[in-house]
């Protein structure tokens, strides 16, 4: 128990935050005979258990008892290593939320600990316990730092030369001493002391335009950033003022980790009543867009300038409550910091705000209100008086009703109809609800395991450590069905955990002949076929592991195969987080396509309607509906149909094969040359699945039960499977004209089938079924070169006859 007593009291240094980014580079170690070496702290990896049990000796098991290092490894929230420049491991420690299994039920140490040990401030949210800790005898380790404290204070003159010197460059060398000199009720400074010296710095101010980050960024959660204003009494007469703009911040410092999120409006009169800094109760908020309000009602400030020494960077958060007292009337704290860069850990305690898409400042926005710093955070299983607060909190989700019923259930049976095995978890801030998990049994997890790649994240980040540890699971499962699915939850109830969670790569799979196999086939766990859906992981390893945020704006145009495929190896990679994934497309992303509807169009076999549902892109990628008209490499934007805006750090052209309307009028046209007035209604371009369905229903209201022939122009394999399409929509082949155009410019075309055997088979069985094929053929004239619409003759020039 001595060793669980230190651990808690660094644990209490830390904030209720340890993280740990990959590898930290330590210069120097010194052992008991001054031999000075370099080493390393990384996390613990599956291969170190072997030179970990090694370091095992009766002392550590007369603290830890008997250990299996492998079991403990996988199941440890965190697990950390130090190794010499030899990759020899020096020392191990491992980490879990929970005392001893031996001891105490995990999911229930609180009252245990309570009440053997006099501290009231370890709760879930902050405390890990030590469960091993092993170290080779030369090497000791050095005690935890104090804890660093806030004080508005005047003395700067040792903060951060070196990032100082970036910010005088901006804005001047006397700009530190001018923010000083400037303080007023709506600009306010504040440093961060250690030891006597100040090590960070911060300024403030009330003067926040509101007008410009509502049309740049999401805010609709946050009520605009506005006070929430009553709806039934009648407002008195304002005069409307111009609210200025602030400073755009500098944040020299960099690295980082994500925040958490604005609880419910109905908390924050209690959440005020025990920070005391207001006694005004906000109402709900008001669906409608806010009214250009006058200065009162603004209930936001902004952070201008922020810098803290690296030493002491991840004491960052400690500004946040002394700042919130200086805007005691304001509820929350922005900050915006540049794209490009790593998030800093201050922003631990932000929320990041979803740009528009057609936002074209160079920063992102950071949100943090007040009562996301108070400590009472405490999650609980659910019981039957929650309901009433549970149904106010999922009221606008399309699954409140199933909810309702899963937790009625809960509270009744711990089951649910099925009879499966479930949990329902609440989480609480003074007494009000604020947030609900549902956890079930993975009753198909043989199906999973067969579709989805879920052993790659054994090591990877985290999400719900208290859900984890209260349903005694070890690991949980999300999954994202396709919008028009019954199952389908609303985006609100998803977006918090999705930016936690871990998306799941599908598998390719076998096409099995199950009759031949008999007995030897896979079980029908796994070849029953289910809806397509997303899945997403998290693990006790992932619960300590955070994603590096990348903010830069990465902009996709086309809906390519290849575009797919690039946006899929970002949205999945395990230990990225991408923020700004933009793809713009004239369709949106190619979902629900029917293989009626694509039949006109070969294949690539890349994605299908089942693929696109298993990867979910949506949820990661930002969509734009319209067409790329031009670029401006110089401003670093593209416009969307016409005059809409798209900024980018990163353009990326994926627009794919797409078939173009050959010029209409006379032969003199030069070759490739493209129409550009009106297409005839009854001319098709097919390049995607809606070009495919439009043609589709109108051929099948205009043409299939009708007289008339049907023209083919082109010399693609799409071509012959639109041929295809005609004859099996019931068109006889003596309809149909098959139209090839000659070879190209640069010499022959290379022939649509690699091997003239196949040609000459296919050519055979077309006229076996009466279709007509013309050869190197070139449009020359339509309709006799009168009228377009509709189009009932078409000419083209060839070697030797026309052809009409």
């Known amino acids: 128990m001595v060793t669980l007593f230190v651990f808690l009291k660094y644990c209490k240094c830390s904030h209720g935050h340890l993280s740990l980014h990959g590898r930290i580079n330590m210069r120097t170690a010194t052992n008991w005979s001054d031999d000075v070496e370099s080493i390393t702290v990384r996390r613990t990896e599956s291969s170190d258990a072997r030179e970990i049990s090694e370091l095992i000796g009766p002392a550590t098991e007369a603290v830890f008892g008997r250990v299996n290092v492998i079991y403990l490894l996988e199941k440890a929230n965190l697990a950390v290593t130090v190794t010499n420049s030899k990759n020899e491991v020096l020392a191990h420690a491992a980490f879990l939320d929970h005392p001893s299994s031996d001891i105490i039920d995990p999911a229930d140490w609180e009252p245990w600990f309570r009440k053997h040990f006099s501290s009231d401030k370890c709760t879930p949210l902050n405390t890990l316990f030590l469960h091993l800790f092993v170290a080779q005898s030369d090497f000791s380790l050095g005690s935890a730092k104090e804890i660093v404290r806030v004080e508005d204070h005047d003395d700067l003159t040792h903060i951060l030369s070196e990032q100082t010197k970036v910010c005088c460059a901006s804005y001047g060398p006397y700009f530190l001493a001018e923010l000083i000199e400037a303080q007023d009720d709506d600009l306010h400074a504040a440093v961060c002391e250690k030891d006597g010296a100040a090590v960070g710095f911060i300024s403030l101010s009330s003067d926040v335009n509101l007008k410009l980050l509502n049309e740049c960024f999401d805010l609709g959660p946050f009520n605009g950033l506005y006070k929430a204003r009553p709806v039934d009494p009648p407002q008195p007469e304002e005069h409307e003022e111009p609210v200025p703009e602030t400073i755009e911040p500098e944040t020299p410092e960099e690295s980082g980790t994500k925040s958490d999120q604005e609880p419910e409006e109905e908390v924050t009169e209690k959440i005020k009543e025990a920070t005391t800094t207001s006694d005004q109760e906000p109402e709900e908020e008001d669906p409608e867009p806010a009214p250009e309000p006058v200065q009162d009602d603004v209930n936001a400030f902004c952070i201008q300038l922020f810098f803290i020494d690296k030493k002491c960077e991840m004491r960052s958060v400690d500004f946040l409550p002394y700042i919130f007292t200086l805007f005691p009337a304001r509820d929350f704290c922005v900050i915006s910091v540049p794209k490009v860069g790593p998030e800093f850990p201050l922003l631990q305690a932000f929320f990041h705000v979803t740009p528009r898409g057609t936002s074209t400042l160079p920063h992102e926005l950071y949100v943090c209100h007040r009562s996301g710093l108070l400590k009472p955070f405490e999650v609980r299983a659910a019981v039957s008086s929650d309901r009433l607060a549970v149904e106010a909190l999922v009221m606008e989700l399309s699954l409140r009703e199933s909810m309702l019923e899963e937790m009625d259930m809960f509270c009744h049976a711990r089951q649910n109809k099925d009879g499966t095995p479930m949990h329902v978890l609440v989480a609480q801030v003074l007494e009000q609800v604020v947030g609900i998990v549902i956890i079930k049994n993975e009753e198909d997890i043989e199906y999973i395991r067969a579709h989805y790649n879920i052993e790659n994240f054994h090591y990877a980040r985290h999400f719900l450590k208290e859900a984890l540890r209260l349903g005694r699971k070890t690991c949980l499962y999300c999954r994202i069905y396709p919008p028009r699915h019954a199952q389908s939850a609303s985006a609100d109830s998803l977006v918090c955990a999705l930016s936690c969670m871990v998306p799941v790569r599908p598998r390719r799979q076998i096409i099995c002949p199950l009759e ?53 190896v970002f949205a999945f990679c395990p230990h990225l987080r991408f923020n700004n994934l933009t793809l713009i497309s004239s369709r949106g992303l190619p979902e629900h396509c029917s293989r009626d509807e694509m039949c006109f169009l070969t294949s690539s076999h890349s994605y299908n309607d089942r693929d696109h549902a298993q990867l979910s892109l949506r949820s990661w990628v930002h969509v734009i509906v319209g067409k790329m008209t031009a670029i401006n490499r110089a401003g670093k934007y593209v416009l969307v149909s016409g005059d809409r805006k798209v900024p980018y750090d990163h353009l990326i052209l994926c627009t794919g094969q797409q078939y173009q309307v050959p010029c209409l009028g006379e032969s003199s046209a030069r070759p490739g040359q493209r129409h550009a007035g009106p297409v005839p209604s009854n001319l098709f371009t097919l390049n995607d699945h809606e070009d495919c369905s439009r043609a589709r229903r109108w051929l099948q209201e205009n043409f299939v039960d009708l007289e008339g022939d049907a023209v083919v122009y082109g010399d693609s394999i799409d071509a012959y499977a639109c041929v295809e399409t005609l004859l099996r929509m019931g068109v006889r082949g003596s309809r149909i004209h098959l139209v090839h155009p000659p070879a190209g410019p640069s010499g022959p075309a290379r022939p649509c089938f690699a091997h003239p055997a196949v040609e000459r088979a296919v050519g055979e069985a077309l006229r076996g079924i009466g279709v007509r094929v013309h050869r190197h053929c070139l449009l020359a004239r339509v309709n006799g070169g009168r009228d377009l619409e509709p189009l009932s003759s078409v000419s083209f020039a060839t070697d030797s006859q026309p052809v009409t």
């Open 516 to 568: 031949e196999l008999g007995v030897n086939a896979p079980s029908t766990q796994v070849t029953d076929e289910q809806a397509p859906y997303a899945l997403n992981h998290i693990n006790r390893k992932l619960t300590m592991e955070p994603k590096v945020t990348v903010n830069i704006r990465i902009v996709v145009v086309g809906a390519s195969d290849t575009a797919i495929s690039f946006l899929e």
